[in-house]
């Protein structure tokens, strides 16, 4: 049910225009967690609390390139409204 959401979400976003959407891909162990955030910072924010408590984490971008933590700072540059013409 999670997925068809997020869909949904990306579906509207991309539509509309009104967002950029970042998605957090967590892993520690068996157990996984997904979350949308709608700026780089906020997803920048997200994934470190998530490595903070020992979770693999990755950041897919507006672009639908994976971002790993390294990468983060990359994702700060996608959410500039200048990209968008706006």
Not at 19 to 28: L, Q, R, Y
Not at 47 to 66: F, K, M
Request: contains cysteine.
């Amino acid at each position: 049910m999670l997925e068809w959401k997020l869909l949904v979400r990306c579906i509207w976003t991309l539509r509309t225009g009104a967002a950029v959407t970042f998605i957090v891909n967590a892993s520690k162990g068996e157990d996984t967690a997904v979350t949308v955030r709608l700026s780089g910072a906020g997803a920048i924010a997200k994934a470190r609390s998530l490595i903070d408590e020992g979770w693999q984490v990755v950041v897919t971008g507006p672009d639908g390139v994976r971002y790993h933590p390294p990468e983060f700072d990359k994702l700060l540059a996608l959410d500039s409204p200048a990209r968008f013409g706006n």
